[in-house]
């Protein structure tokens, strides 16, 4: 048996795939990663799964994600949700993040999405 984990499986939808990552797997990242950094956690996920995405509120936490993402690998993807809310100094600073750093940045918008309930 295993864990099932949600990855994006497309960057151009937002439809979504399921990982199953054996429970040996995540017993041997446990033991390696109990004690390490947010970097060694980081770094892990990148070598252990093909593809991942941060997903960025572009408060603290988010960017101190991205710093570290960007000293792993050469352009993380970064996806974020524009409600159609945000103040105007929020997409200022977007657009700062995207000129300092080297990422894959995906905005998706209410727009494109269906709500239901």
Known sequence: MGVKVKCVRNRDDCT?????VANRDLAQAQGHLRHGSAEEVLAWTYMRFRRVALVASFQAESMVLIDMACGIVPEP????????????????????????????LRILSRIRWSWTR
């Open 16 to 20: 979504m795939m399921w990982a199953v």
């Open 77 to 104: 993807e970064v996806l974020t949700l524009d409600t159609g809310r945000l103040h105007e100094e929020t997409h200022d600073f977007i657009e700062e993040v995207r000129q300092r750093y080297p990422i894959r």
